[in-house]
């Protein structure tokens, strides 16, 4: 079982519609977790991060986590056609004897907003 | 404040030549990654350097070697570039973001390999 699991999609939706995305995972050892987003020939940038289980909201993004089922989610309120991208999950742990963290990602979901 | 850029965006090489990809970060940051990103793979760590003087091996390390310049560079080298290098190449510094370090992102460099 890998350790971040995520539906690449392609998800294609009307604009306005309500999106969600979702990664599952089997590391208990993550500790935060984040959304990047990644528009065609870019690189990822940073959307939300998360820590603790429950809702966080920034604009029309909520992140979601729920760690007991190991299951994360972000929802994308009244969809606009420039939030077409891939969205890639990522998780962080830190390394072993280090300060640092290391980051996994998911496999990203193709997302295409339609006008 | 350019944060992290890289050179070049785009490179054809044929087999067995070699390449250095160039990256450099301008937020103080003390750790740099570099990935590769490939069609339903997605981004896989090359190699990182938790700090000026440190590298570490990432999960597909062969094929590769880095070099930690400075604070602000860490480059990329393919020795002997093989068809299976054909991917996209981002490097990454991490820093904070609230209370949380995460990483930012370069605009990668597209290799291709005949």
């Known amino acids: 079982q890998k350790e971040v699991e995520q539906d690449p999609g392609p998800l294609s939706v009307p604009e306005g519609a309500i999106v969600s995305l979702n990664c599952t995972y089997s590391?208990?050892?993550?500790?935060?977790f984040m959304w990047y987003r990644q528009y065609s020939r870019k690189g990822p940038e940073l959307l939300m991060y998360?820590?603790?289980?429950g809702n966080k909201e920034d604009g029309r993004f909520t992140a979601q986590v729920d760690k007991s089922s190991k299951y994360i989610s972000l929802f994308i309120r009244d969809s606009q056609p420039s939030d077409s991208a891939t969205y890639l999950c990522?998780?962080?742990?830190?390394?072993?004897?280090?300060?640092?963290?290391?980051?996994?990602f998911g496999k990203g979901t193709l997302l295409t907003v339609n006008p | 404040n350019a944060g992290v850029t890289q050179t070049p965006k785009f490179q054809v090489l044929k087999t067995g030549q070699s390449m250095t990809l160039q990256c450099a970060q301008d937020?103080?940051?003390?750790?740099m990654y570099w990935y590769r990103q490939d069609p339903g793979m997605g981004l896989r760590l090359i190699y990182y350097?938790?700090?000026?003087?440190?590298?570490d091996k990432g999960e597909v390390p062969n094929g590769y070697n880095v070099s930690r310049l400075n604070k602000r560079e860490f480059s990329l080298r393919l020795e002997s570039a093989a068809p299976s290098q054909t991917s996209v190449y981002f490097c990454?510094?991490?820093?904070?973001?609230?209370?949380?370090?995460?990483?930012?992102f370069g605009p990668g460099t597209r290799l291709l390999v005949l």
């Open positions: 990454a510094s991490s820093g904070l973001a609230g209370i949380q370090e995460t990483q930012y």
């Open positions: 590391n208990s050892a993550f500790q935060y």
């Open positions: 998360t820590y603790s289980s």
């Open positions: 990522a998780m962080s742990e830190k390394w072993s004897g280090g300060s640092n963290y290391k980051l996994t």
């Open positions: 937020m103080n940051h003390n750790s």
């Open positions: 350097s938790a700090s000026e003087g440190t590298t």
